[in-house]
């Protein structure tokens, strides 16, 4: 028996569902992936409980039991966004299955039964180097350059971002193939350039390019947006 004490009870969810383990594999260009302790997977769930406190959604993190092998215990029915995070800057996330389905085409739902999450990285992504400049052509230093996947938000992952140095060059690496819009700022908020219309007041210095599966571009050049 649940005794529920009076009081407001909007925003309660009772899940009557019997709760799910999933286990995952991880890989980088087919060899187990070595926990390190800096990759991160999680499952943001479509709609359900949320953190009152924050006003998030309660994610669900990885438990990694060895070198490749992690699970989830305890994961209620539904649908989730499965997020992958603290990649090293020349892995990037090839692909995610769960079961025979596409976790990247959205979201994936978990059922009664077992399926396996399967996450692929690779080392062999595309690289860019260029020179960050301003209007006239003069190299800026310490230029915030961000370069933006055409699926935007919903694949935070691909979102790319280097300093220039003192002669205004910089270096990214990486690259999951696709098309990408490339742009730099002297100074931003936190991650504003997940905001699109943000990055439409600065189209006009937008930068698009297209990265091919373990291409090289060079002498790429950006011009800074003052702010």
């Keep these: 028996p649940v005794d529920v004490p009076d009081g407001d009870l909007s925003g309660v969810f009772l899940v009557a569902a019997p709760l799910v383990k999933i286990d995952g594999r991880a890989s980088v260009d087919g060899e187990l992936w070595p926990d390190d302790g800096k990759l991160g997977i999680t499952l943001e769930p479509v709609s359900g409980p949320t953190d009152v406190e924050n006003a998030v959604p309660l994610s669900r993190s990885v438990f990694w039991e060895d070198a490749g092998a992690f699970s989830f215990s305890a994961v209620a029915p539904g649908d989730y966004v499965v997020r992958v995070s603290g990649l090293p800057k020349d892995v990037f996330l090839a692909s995610a299955r769960y079961g025979a389905g596409d976790a990247l085409a959205g979201p994936i739902t978990v059922e009664n039964g077992r399926a396996i999450l ?22 800026v230093f310490d230029a915030e350059v961000v370069l933006v996947p055409d699926e935007g938000p919903s694949r935070p992952e691909r ?21 990408y819009r490339l742009l730099a700022w002297v100074s931003i908020p936190r991650y504003q350039y997940f905001d699109a219309r943000f990055l439409d007041e600065h189209r006009s210095r937008v930068r698009m390019l297209t990265v091919a599966p373990g291409q090289a571009q060079t002498g790429v050049l950006v011009t800074v947006s003052p702010d």
């Design 118 to 139: 399967e996450i692929a990285l690779s080392r062999k992504g595309g690289r860019l180097q260029g020179m960050a400049a301003d209007e006239s052509g003069n190299p």
């Design 159 to 179: 979102y790319k971002t280097a300093r220039s140095g003192p002669d205004g060059r910089f270096e990214i690496e990486g690259i999951a193939p696709g098309s």
